[in-house]
Every structure is written in C-alpha cells, then in structure tokens.
C-alpha cells in the first residue's frame, strides 16, 4: 500500500502527500502541525504523489519546470467532482520546495475556490489592539520579517505568506514552516535570539553561499513557529485592516488610503504571479476562471476593512523597511 499522509489546511481542507520517505518527509516538516490521524482513510481534497510518471490519461495537464539545480515533471488531472489529482517527479536540491511553491500550493487555492475560500499571498497578524491586519505584497516586500517579529513579540500570527479569506473577511491559518534569511538577524533581532543555534548557523551558511556564489544562489533556511516562541491557537480572526505593501523612488516612507477595487485589483495580480506555472495548456481555463471567482471572494471580502497603502524606499535596508512596517502593528 502507497504511504499516504494527510494535511488539514485552513477550514477543512485536506491535502494528502503520497509517495517515497523523502517527499513524505519534507511535507511533514512542512505541515506537520496539522497532520490528521487516520491518513490512509481521510479523503483529500488535493492528492499529490511524488514518484516517477509513466503514462497518463489524454488530457491530463503537464507542467516541465527547472530552476538551477533542480528539475520536475507534473502531471495534473482535475475533473468536475472528486480530488485534483497530481503526480509528479522531482530532481535536484530544492526541487520538492520549488514544486510546493509553483505547483502545490496554487493547486490548493483551486481547490480552496470550490470551498468559495480565496488562497491569497500575504501575512495575517494582530496589531496591538487585537484587530487582523493583513499585509500583502511581493517578494521582498517584508512579510515574513514581519510575522517573525510579531511571534517574537508574543503577538498571534495566523500566517507570514499565505491565507485564506472568504468572502466575509474572515482570515484563517495557513500552516507552513517560515522561509528565512540572513538578515533576520537585523529585521527582528528577537527572533534571531529565539532560533535554535542550528538554525543560526544555516543561516550564516546561506551568506558564506552567497558571497561565493556572487549572489547566484542564497536559498532561504525553512522554520517553524514555535521555533521563534509558543504559538497561539487562534486559527481565523475577522480582518479589519489591510496594508499594500510596496517599494518606491522616493526617500520617505507614504501612508495613503486605498480604495477597495484598487486593493481586490492588487491582490488579484499578485495571485496571477502566484499561479504563473499553471496558466499552460489544459489548465489555462481553469486557472483563468479560479483567478475571477477569487477576485469577487476577495472583493466581498475587503467592502468593510479599513485600506491603506504603504510604500517604502528602496533604498532603505531591511531593517528600517521592517522598523516601519512593525510601527503600523504598534510592534517595538
């Protein structure tokens, strides 16, 4: 019998990880705090198994993809009922975090869809009242800096880069070990002072690879929560306040309020970046139809939140960014 084990994302949502002990292995330190028990006879939403290919049935989608050292194939059938199914072949370092980034996670926003739940890009944390505030932006924008040091503050954080939102502006947990890099030690000091000296000296070790790589190659160090303090169990809360989150020209942080189609606008987009693997052949359609019904869960959502842009200079290093992105969390 195949080894299957079974992830509970979210309100409800089973993601189950088929396959040998190495991909098996990496998803459970991935998602482990929500494994279920039972996995062999919990249906799943979303079935993915790592092995090697073969033959599929015609009209099954599939996506080649390569980034450095690492290569996939993944074959994806989704049919009007029952669970997407995907399987797929990795190779290389880093091949099983890309796969989970490109292609799992954004499968499970399709299936998340059906649920009417939208899977966006972004961090959900308290501010110092209690509210949910939920920041998004690109890649770089700070997220996860900002999530490690509201948990190192004692604040409840729900996520540091993906959520789920329904359309009545209810956030839920999505549960995945945080991507960190060298400079947390100046973005949020405190986490860095919480992480286990074996992290720490990952993440020296990423610098030492960086500069002999000449900035080619510096993967983040993978860790969880409550390696950086006890986590709280709050697993929704309503979000009251948004944050756009972007970098700019000028030399002074701005403040402006955004209007609500603006923000569902900029969410959809940055949910089109996040999906960008699966626009291709078989799955355009889908992907194209999920990205329109994730605009309307997320536009619902956002009718009675208090919307606001911050933009940041790009010339100023990580941890002033970081500094005033905590100062609109009331974080010290």
Known sequence: ???????????????????????????????????????????????????RLGEGPHGDALLDGRHKLARWQVRVRIGDDGPVDVRAHVRGPFGLPLVQSLVVEPLLGFVAARQDLALIPGALLLDENGRGVLAVGGSGSGKTSLAARAIAAGREVLADDRVFVDAGASGSRYVRRMRLYPDIAQTAPAAWAALEPAARAKLRAVTLVRAASRGAFAPPVAVAQRELAATGRLVATQIDRVLLLRRHDGDAALLTSATATAAADEIAERLREDRAALDVGALRDEVRSLALHDRAIVASALRSATIERLEIPRAWPASRAVQRLGAELGLP
């Open 1 to 51: 019998m195949t080894q299957r084990d079974v992830y509970l994302q979210g309100p409800g949502l089973a993601l189950a990880i088929c396959g040998g002990s190495v991909a098996r292995g990496y998803f459970a330190r991935e998602y482990g705090e929500v494994a279920t028990d039972g996995a062999q006879s919990t249906a799943a939403l979303l079935e993915a198994t790592f092995a």
